[in-house]
């Protein structure tokens, strides 16, 4: 019976992609399944064998940790060089975004208050 090993929505398709390459170095028969048209389904690889499931779940556990290592490294190396991404960076970059993104905050921030406030009145 197939199990879930490993949730692939809001992951870097560079990461997933090291993940497929290390399950098929070790011989692990996987299988993935997509978001779907709509994107409503869950993308995540399956472990076909059960017998397999603990051994990729370690290979799993030790990837990760590698990965957030180096990622965490190359974060800190960026930072000391000044090229990590800013505010300021991402205004720059596209301002109109940025700007609506301000807006669409504020205006969740005040339009609830304003509904409570006035059912108060």
């Known amino acids: 019976m197939s199990r879930l090993l490993f949730k692939l929505r809001n992951v870097p398709e560079d990461e997933a992609e090291e993940m497929r390459e290390l399950l098929s170095e070790h011989q692990i028969d996987f299988y993935e399944t997509s ?25 799993l556990d030790t990837y990760q940790a590698e990965r957030s290592a180096r990622v965490r490294a190359e974060y800190d190396r960026l930072k000391r060089e000044g090229k990590h991404k800013t505010i300021i960076d991402s205004f720059r970059q596209n301002p109109f975004a940025f700007i609506a993104y301000l807006f669409v905050v504020y205006a969740l921030l005040y ?5 409570i406030s006035a059912l108060g009145q």
């Not at 978001?35 to 409503?40: F, L, R, T, V, Y």
């Not at 339009?111 to 509904?115: A, I």
């Open 111 to 115: 339009l609830p208050f304003k509904f």
């Open 35 to 59: 978001a779907g048209n709509w994107g409503i389904s869950m993308p995540a690889l399956w472990v076909r064998e059960e017998s397999q499931f603990q051994q990729a779940q370690t290979l």
